[in-house]
Each structure stands twice: as structure tokens, then as C-alpha cells.
T-cell receptor, first 112, second 117 residues
Framework: KQEVTQIPAALSVPEGENLVLNCSFT??????LQWFRQDPGKGLTSLLL?????REQTSGRLNASLDKSSGRSTLYIAASQPGDSATYLC???????????FGKGTRLSVIA | GAVVSQHPSRVICKSGTSVKIECRSL??????MFWYRQFPKQSLMLMAT?????????EQGVEKDKFLINHASLTLSTLTVTSAHPEDSSFYIC?????????????FGEGSWLTVV
């Protein structure tokens, strides 16, 4: 069974700190991997998408890396801000037509 | 950028009635849409894959006669919760695949809160 695991489940940091969220997947034959942000009671916002042939993607203060062979991805957030507080979800897909398989997410709180 | 619209955002219905949730891709054609369900503080659970012009593919344990999915056009898929019960109260989210380019990016709607009383 394809599974996605995210560690830690919850994280609280002071404002300004750099942080790393971890994601691992059991089947390394992924098509691509996406990181999403979800605010309480809201839908998902796509943050970064990494194709299986890529090793990282960057957007502003966010950097996502992918090590396909070891089945791991990390999301690095630089200089965290209270507005970054949300749940971050990692998801993989195994072909161009199959649905995403989600992890349970990491709930991030950035304290001012 | 691509946008997926979901309506209604919140709905309250009486037990035993049916509720329809719409999912629209606003600036791209989506041959495939996905419906997810999310319980509080849990991750998204795939319910079914909706394919335009054909029957939806349901995940194991999801009752196809209770959760009716129709994908009648390339921009619209609907989920109808039939004979709703309080245990159907949940957050339902749709997503649509944008196959343009090489990304096959999936975009999500804002979700629909269903409360059955």
C-alpha cells in the first residue's frame, strides 16, 4: 500500500526561525510530489510541485527538496512568520492520471 | 492561474435529504476530477475519481449509491450526498487535474462544509 508519512505532526516555533518539515513515501516510483498549505476550515493551496526528475524547487522563502531514491522530501521555510501558521500537506502521485496520496500533514504554529 | 471553484462553501441539511456539491474548473478543461473527504484534524481521504463522460471510480469502502458523482462536462463535476445522515457531516474537497504543459498540476477547490442535522 502506498503511504505518505509526515514528521513532525505538529511544530511550534518562534518567529524568524528557519524550519524543516519532513515527508517520506513508501513507493519511490513517484511521478511528482506536491506540497500544499491548508488553513483551518479552508481548501488547499499548492506551494511547490517537484517532478520526479527534479531535486528541488524554490518559491520565495520556501524550498522543497526531493530524494526519490530514498523516498524523502523536505520543505524548508526560511525566516518564519506568524502568517506561515497552517497545516502543510505533502502528497505524491504515481502517474499523470492517478490521484494524489496525502500525508496527514504537519500543523505549524509560528509564535510572534 | 488555474482556479477551481467549489459551491456551496457551507451547507446545512436535514437528515434524510440530499445535497449536491459542485466543482468547476474555471479556466481549463479537466477530464479528471477527484473528490476527497476530510474529517477534523485528519488528512484528505480520496472518495472517488470522476472522469468526464464515464462512470466514476470509487475507492474501497465508499458507497457509490450514496455518493453520486456526475462529470457531465469538461469543467463541471458534481457530488450528491443522498439520504444524508449526521455521520456524513464532513469537509468535502474536489480537485481537478490541469494536463496542460508537463506538470499535470492538480488544483483544489475551497472545500464544502456539510453539516447534517
Amino acid at each position: 500500500k502506498q503511504e505518505v508519512t509526515q514528521i513532525p505532526a505538529a511544530l511550534s516555533v518562534p518567529e524568524g526561525e528557519n524550519l524543516v518539515l519532513n515527508c517520506s513515501f513508501t513507493d519511490s516510483a513517484i511521478y511528482n510530489l506536491q506540497w500544499f498549505r491548508q488553513d483551518p476550515g479552508k481548501g488547499l493551496t499548492s506551494l511547490l510541485l517537484i517532478q520526479s526528475s527534479q531535486r528541488e524547487q524554490t518559491s520565495g522563502r520556501l524550498n522543497a527538496s526531493l530524494d526519490k531514491s530514498s523516498g524523502r522530501s523536505t520543505l524548508y521555510i526560511a525566516a518564519s512568520q506568524p502568517g506561515d501558521s497552517a497545516t502543510y500537506l505533502c502528497a505524491v502521485t504515481y502517474s499523470g492520471n492517478t490521484p494524489l496520496v496525502f500525508g496527514k500533514g504537519t500543523r505549524l504554529s509560528v509564535i510572534a | 492561474g488555474a482556479v477551481v471553484s467549489q459551491h456551496p462553501s457551507r451547507v446545512i441539511c436535514k437528515s434524510g435529504t440530499s445535497v449536491k456539491i459542485e466543482c468547476r474548473s474555471l479556466d481549463f478543461q479537466a477530464t479528471t476530477m477527484f473528490w476527497y473527504r476530510q474529517f477534523p484534524k485528519q488528512s484528505l481521504m480520496l472518495m472517488a475519481t470522476s472522469n468526464e463522460g464515464s462512470k466514476a471510480t470509487y475507492e474501497q469502502g465508499v458507497e457509490k449509491d450514496k455518493f453520486l458523482i456526475n462529470h457531465a462536462s469538461l469543467t463541471l463535476s458534481t457530488l450528491t450526498v443522498t439520504s444524508a445522515h449526521p455521520e456524513d457531516s464532513s469537509f468535502y474537497i474536489c480537485s481537478a487535474r490541469d494536463a496542460r504543459g508537463a506538470g499535470n498540476t492538480i488544483y483544489f477547490g475551497e472545500g464544502s462544509w456539510l453539516t447534517v442535522v
